[in-house]
Each structure stands twice: as structure tokens, then as C-alpha cells.
């Protein structure tokens, strides 16, 4: 009975009729001299008829977890534009629970716990958000390399909350190398460099986004920043 019971749950795994034939000729093989032609055309028609009774059961379980992280993620994100961050951020784990290598749903989970850190007065609690927050990114990274909101959101949290410029420029060098054009990112390959006492490469970039960028509001402010760089080293935005 219990051969019987692990059979048919192989059997549910497959989809097509194909599949089918295929598993029982391996079943042919393995029962061969314990069962007669008629058991084994027997025992065929029962599992056949029992796939056929709980695909559909399977299928909708299946669209069901799917709608799941789908109504998970979208009540994160009403949490999260509404500014309650740790509620987003669970619904943010809970969807991960179902879609465990989904890189959107660890970045918006690591961008809530960054903005939750933030609303915090205890400095421990405050340290330890960042810290998921930095997890959660990471992890984003890990499934998708050249996802480049989460890139820019940890190269963020390591230069202004981590004190960790050099691990934001590895990132951010990384990300450029793909997105030659994101003028934000430059901005803040920029300040890393200068945090890190690497001015002239903080300048040639200003130089590269007063060169390249079409607004003119990028343009001014790096202008403005090579400018108080050249005169004082401070006053970087």
C-alpha cells in the first residue's frame, strides 16, 4: 500500500501523457514477476484515473501560491508608500515564503527595513535594521547581479548609514559598467570616492555628468560639488 501511495505521488508530478507512458514503463520494469499483465493494467487505469481527478486540485493549489505572493506583494507596497514600514516589510517576507528567490520581493523587503531603521530613536534596534536591510539587498544581488535598484539602495545604506564607502563603490563600479548612463549613481560613486580620499576620481566623474547628462539641474549641481571639491574637499552633496 505504501509502494502504491509514493507511486501516485510521482505520478502527479508529471503533466503530459508522455510523461505518463514513460513512468510506467519504469513501473513495468520494476514490478516485473510480482504482478500479472492484467494487475498491471489494472493498477495503470486506477493511478491514471486518480492524476486525472487531482491535476485540476494540483493546478489551481499551484495559481493559488501564485496569488498569493501577488496580493502579499501588493499590500507591502501600499505599506511601504504609506510609510508603514515593518508591516510592509513582513508582507514583503511572508510573499518570499512562496517565491524564495525572487529578487524584487528582497529588495522592497530590505527597502522597508532600511526606512523602518531610520523612524528609530534606539540606536541597537536602529543598527540592527540596517543590517536586515543589507541582508535583504544582498540577497536581491545574489539572484539577479545587475539589478540596479537594489545595487544603488545598498551602495546607499553603505555610504550614509554603514560608513562603508569602500563596499559602495565596488558595487556601484559594477553597476556603471552596465548602466552607463545613471547620472544618480554617478552622483553617488562620487561621494564614496571622495569619502574614500579618491578626489580625482570623484572629479572625473562630475566631469563625465557635466559632459554627458541632458539636464541641466545634474549639470549645475556637478559643477557646483567639482567646484567646493577643487576649493575645499568638503561640502559634497
Known sequence: MKKIILLFIALCLFSCNKSEKAFFANINEMDEGNLTSEQMKKRERELKEAIRENRNILEQKIESARNLIKYHRMLGKLYLDNKMYLLGAQEFDEAIKIDIEN??????????????????????????????????????????????????????????????????????????????????????????????????????????IIKTSVTTAYKKQAEENKRQLLNSGYGWK
Open 103 to 208: 529578487p524584487v520581493l528582497y529588495y522592497y523587503a530590505g527597502l522597508c527595513y532600511a526606512r523602518y531603521a531610520k523612524s528609530l530613536i534606539d540606536e541597537t534596534l536602529q543598527f540592527t535594521n540596517l543590517l536586515l536591510a543589507e541582508k535583504y539587498y544582498l540577497k536581491a544581488i545574489e539572484y539577479n547581479n545587475n539589478f540596479g535598484r537594489a545595487l544603488y539602495a545598498l551602495s546607499v545604506l553603505y555610504v550614509f548609514e554603514l560608513d562603508q564607502p569602500d563596499k559602495a563603490a565596488l558595487h556601484l563600479e559594477h553597476h556603471l559598467k552596465t548602466q552607463k548612463s545613471d547620472i544618480e549613481a554617478m552622483f553617488l560613486l562620487a561621494n564614496a570616492y571622495i569619502r574614500l580620499d579618491l578626489q580625482d576620481k570623484a572629479i572625473a566623474l562630475y566631469d563625465n
